[in-house]
């Protein structure tokens, strides 16, 4: 599975902004499907993700209730809606593919879950 992601720039807080990212190969909707972040000089953390079907959703708590997680399996594209962006969702944000047939969607929140990466789209969120 081939990721590309897009849709980052520069909002001011209160703002929104949303990420695609694009999937290649026939095996997507059998995936997890994750985004995480990551903001200079700290680790990569976790935003949300999302299983194949029917579609369930789990979010990092900083970001609950402000962003959306969903998936287009027929365009083999997944989304990250953001709203009301703060400074502190300042990062580079990747997407990520996991293959965990039968997993929690509780277990799917760390970087070694995920098998494969987007390179990342920037967001910066302005005070």
């Known amino acids: 599975v081939r990721l590309q992601a897009s849709g980052g720039g520069l909002v001011q807080a209160g703002g929104s902004l949303r990420l695609s990212c694009a999937a290649s190969?026939?095996?997507?909707?059998?995936?997890?499907m994750g985004w995480f972040r990551q903001a200079p000089g700290k680790e990569r953390e976790f935003v949300a993700t999302?299983?194949?079907?029917?579609?369930?959703?789990y979010y990092a708590d900083s970001v609950k209730g402000r962003f959306t997680i969903s998936r287009d399996n027929a365009k083999n594209t997944v989304y990250l809606q953001m709203n009301s962006l703060i400074p502190e969702d300042t990062a580079v944000y990747y997407c990520?593919?996991?293959?965990?047939?039968?997993?929690?969607?509780?277990?799917?929140?760390?970087?070694?879950?995920?098998?494969?990466w987007g390179q990342g789209t920037l967001v910066t969120v302005s005070s």
């Open positions: 190969g026939r095996t997507f909707i059998t995936y997890f």
């Open positions: 999302i299983n194949w079907s029917p579609g369930n959703t």
């Open positions: 990520a593919a996991g293959r965990r047939l039968g997993m929690p969607i509780t277990t799917m929140t760390t970087v070694d879950m995920y098998d494969h």
